[in-house]
């Protein structure tokens, strides 16, 4: 019996069918886990979307199945991080072998003081299902659509113009702004005629979900020329429901159809796992991959996030978490400009945050499959010479690369966040995402610092523990929230309040009394200042929502 049952979400009558007018602020095509997290982003900043998918069922076979800490960082900020959590297999050690001896190892989480784990593994179809039970608590704002294939797509100065077929026939709705997260092959890409710039690998892999009751270890394991494999490296994830995922190598000239014969996939399931065990066959696929991106994600009222965008091999969770990220700096940019209290030009600056860690994400993902699949004799000879040295040498351990993992992108040194001229830490310089921390709340209750943000603009300051008149505290503009940090509780105070009880926060962001950050509604730090400014403040509000000054755009 398989792991997982897959049920088709219930097919409705578009009202446009109806006669309805058919007009959305936000149409988003594609109801994977970057289409359905931007619905949800966007619900919870109180923007009507509708959900396009021309299919009724979640992901077949686990696919993205690593989650980074950041990523699920955003999920719980979306309201399913502690559900995938709970689900998932949590890790956060990899270790790497050459042959049978094992030549290093990382910790991807060395220090405590964070809610989420450094990684999970949970398959794909898991995420989507908990992504569209969560869309469901928003029937006002989120209208999910299956069985709903768009064909054309016609773009305007001012909206764009979309042609879908249903069951029930074709029918035609206008949005202002259009998310394409319709996936790597995106058929939204393909009729506006745009391309993929890239490179592609002509490695072929074979991924197999497995099902059988082994016992390993929670850690991320991959072979550099196993013993019992003929393919030039093996990865192993163990996933929830006893079902492991295992990454073949096979070559360039391998057949796929003969890879995928019951033999042949036994015979290299036994290598790893043993002979004789017994397991059941979830799925398996053969693929080969590009390391690929738009030159621009913003065309117009077309945005695109996730696959859609920007491609790259699976070794390094780089794909998936890729996507929930563009979700995360897309979704309050947008919520803003279609309320009105931003310019749509704000929408260039997706283009070039996300285009950076789309960047990173194709420099990484094409340095690993060069390192896994060396292609000339120098790249060959450097990679055998780092294995070989690698397991007696600590300085060789840190060129071994079966995978760079996903890591959140830095911002630093773009026009929304204010140049800094503090000397506090490093980790917390403007660009940079938020360290967690644990803290308390007014009534003494443990929470963690990230989750009392909020989806807003918050100015946090930290605060010497001494109570004071509210009064005494200049007035912020509304778009802000102010949150105070204290090492002791305040009292009655009236201001929002967290206790940095161990001061991991105060350690983590330099919080000597009158510190001040302005943190964006994704979390990444949009200012910092030594003392409590609330003119400064403004001003770098100012600038993080794209309304900057003549001076500070002829610096940009």
């Not at 305007?156 to 092959?185: F, H, K, M, N």
């Not at 394991?221 to 929830?240: A, I």
Request: charged share 25%; glycine share 10%.
């Amino acid at each position: 019996m398989a792991s997982y049952e897959y049920r088709p979400f219930p097919y409705r009558l578009a009202p446009e069918l109806d006669g309805a007018a058919g007009e959305y602020p936000v149409a988003i095509v594609g109801a994977g886990p970057v289409g359905l997290s931007a619905a949800i982003d966007l619900a919870l900043r109180g923007v009507q979307s509708v959900v396009l998918d021309d299919n009724d069922v979640v992901s077949v076979g686990s696919r993205a199945i690593c989650w980074a800490k950041r990523t699920l960082e955003i999920f719980d900020r979306l309201g399913v991080g502690d559900r995938m959590v709970a689900k998932g297999v949590t890790w956060k050690l990899g270790r790497f072998y050459h042959g049978d001896r094992e030549i290093s190892s990382i910790d991807l989480l060395p220090e405590p003081g964070h809610k989420m784990p450094a990684f999970i593994n949970l398959q794909q179809y898991y995420v989507e299902q908990y992504l569209v039970e969560r869309a469901g608590d928003f029937p006002d704002l989120i209208d999910l659509r299956w069985k709903n294939k768009v064909t054309r797509v016609e773009a305007s100065a001012t909206g764009v113009s979309l042609g879908i077929e249903t069951p029930d026939g074709p029918y035609g709705l206008q949005a202002e702004w259009v998310i394409a997260a319709d996936g790597a092959r995106s058929p939204i890409r393909k009729v506006l005629g745009l391309e993929l710039v890239g490179q592609l690998f002509e490695e072929r892999f074979l991924i197999v979900d497995v099902r059988l009751p082994a016992e390993r270890p929670n850690e991320r394991h991959f072979w550099f020329k196993p013993t019992f494999d003929p393919g030039e490296s093996v990865l192993v994830h163990r996933q929830p429901d006893d079902v492991y995922r295992v990454d073949f190598q096979l070559g360039p000239h391998a057949d796929p159809e003969a890879e995928r014969a019951p033999d042949r996939v036994r015979a290299r399931v036994e290598a790893v796992f043993g002979k004789g065990v017994e397991y059941e066959l979830e799925w398996a696929s053969v693929y080969m991959f590009r390391c690929a991106r738009l030159d621009r994600l913003v065309h117009g009222r077309v945005i695109f996030a996730g696959d859609s965008a920007h491609v790259v091999s699976p070794f390094g969770a780089r794909g998936g978490n890729g996507g929930i990220q563009d979700v995360d700096n897309l979704a309050w940019k947008l919520a803003l400009v279609v309320e009105g209290k931003a310019q749509p030009e704000l929408m260039a600056s997706y283009d070039e945050e996300r285009g950076r860690g789309a960047d990173e994400n194709v420099l990484n993902s094409a340095r690993t499959t060069r390192f896994m699949t060396p292609k000339t004799a120098v790249e060959r000879a450097y990679r055998d010479a780092v294995l070989a040295l690698a397991a007696e040498h600590p300085f060789a351990r840190s060129l071994v690369n079966g995978g760079r993992l996903s890591r959140p992108c830095l911002l630093d040194g773009f026009v929304l966040q204010t140049p800094d001229e503090t000397r506090l830490p490093e980790m917390t310089r403007p660009g940079a995402i938020c360290p967690d921390a644990p803290m308390e709340d007014s009534e003494g209750r443990s929470c963690w610092l990230l989750g009392a943000l909020g989806d807003g603009f918050t100015a946090m300051v930290f605060v010497d523990g001494e109570e004071r008149d509210p009064q005494t505290w200049p007035t912020l503009p509304p778009e802000m929230r102010l949150l105070a940090i204290a090492p002791r509780a305040l009292g009655r105070s009236a201001l929002a309040t967290l206790v940095d009880a161990e001061g991991i926060a105060r350690e983590r962001y330099g919080g000597r009394p009158g510190v001040t950050y302005l943190i964006r509604p994704d979390q990444h730090i949009a200012a910092r200042f030594a003392g409590f400014d609330p003119v400064a403040l403004q001003r770098a509000y100012a600038r993080a929502t794209g309304h900057l000054d003549e001076p500070a755009r002829a610096a940009a």
